[in-house]
């Protein structure tokens, strides 16, 4: 049952686009939202430790600054959640942003947090160093918003019989009975007969929907194309999946199909754990 969800937010206009989900998401769960916005010690220990005859800069400014803009961005989701009558608290904690959003995540059925960062316009990796971090050490569900990205359509479940997959099809279904949006359930495989034994599968996990459930099927492409391809058909709001397919420590390091939807998809991925 999601009854809390933990947003993270550095103030940035990535980190807007995940508040703004968040809540959204959260009014229409009837959830309340916990808030965190970290003053990165990584940014200030690169300029204390130096080995070079060279003076750092007066540090107590942007130490001021760095506090006063995470104080702003906990004001600005606090305003954003009393417009939509959703109960929010927001905290300022220091120390490395994705540990302490790790920790967090303990006390949180699901966390929301936005794909780019705040330097993504001059980074070169597609997602940022915070939510890659993030995201392979949590041990909780989480959201991960594009810019951009709505909470509106139905949901796309991409289901390919791995036990996270089985644990997306239960988040589905909770999801889009709270939410009233339909389920659309894709399957991709190569293979006709473990397609029809992965619908059979999805059938009786989603046997207790409340919600219209549809269908769809490919064989041709790469998956994570598809996916986002099927969910773009189907208009969804939410792309929901597994974190990890059938071989987490092979896609730990070699990348997976759920960290190519995450790079590439224009709507928010849910991965669940």
Known sequence: M???????TDGSEAAAAAERYGVALAAGLG????GVAVVEERVLGGLRGTTLSVTPPPLDALDAYLTARAEAACRRLAERAREKGVAAACDTVRGIADDLLVDRSKSADLVVIGRDGEHAAFRTALVGATVDGFLRKAAKPAIVVPAGAELAGPILLAFDGSPGSRLAARVAVELAGRLGAAIHVFVDSKDKGRSAARFDEV?????????PVREAASTLGRPDAKIVDAAREANAGMIVMGAFGRSRIHEYFLGSNSAAVVRSSPLAVLLAR
């Open 203 to 211: 059938r009786r996990l989603l046997g207790g929907a409340s919600v």
């Open 2 to 8: 999601i009854e809390t969800l933990l947003i993270a």
């Open 31 to 34: 959830a309340r939202v916990t």
